[in-house]
């Protein structure tokens, strides 16, 4: 079956930086957008980054662009978010999801990332 199991998530201080990263098993990965997902206790669901299949096409909101970057290695079936100069509202739960920019079908558990200021 579908699993994405995320990973990377921890306590960072504000200006810090992590990396999380998406594994994913039982479906051809080429073939699926990945997305990063980011849920804050009291706040609605928020996609922080979307990638292409293949050809390395991305997309960010501007809550996160130009700080945070995905990327994908197909031949290993894991994504990755990059998350640079982190602030305290990027604390939230972070998920992976597949795919993106339409519905997402499958989620991974979550790994929570919490920023100190």
């Known amino acids: 079956e579908v699993q994405l199991v995320e990973s990377g998530g921890g306590l960072v201080q504000a200006g810090g930086s992590l990396r999380l990263s998406c594994a994913a098993s039982?479906?051809?990965?080429?073939?699926?957008?990945v997305g990063w997902f980011r849920q804050a206790p009291g706040k609605e669901r928020e996609g922080v980054s979307c990638?292409?299949?293949?050809?390395?096409?991305?997309y960010y909101p501007d809550s996160v662009k130009g700080r945070f970057t995905t990327s994908r290695d197909n031949a290993k079936n894991t994504a990755y978010l990059q998350m640079n100069s982190l602030k305290p509202e990027d604390t939230a739960v972070y998920y992976c999801?597949?795919?993106?920019?339409?519905?997402?079908?499958?989620w991974g558990q979550g790994t929570q990332v919490t920023v100190s200021s």
């Open positions: 990638i292409s299949p293949s050809d390395g096409s991305t």
């Open positions: 039982g479906f051809r990965f080429d073939d699926y957008s």
């Open positions: 999801g597949v795919p993106c920019g339409v519905r997402t079908a499958y």
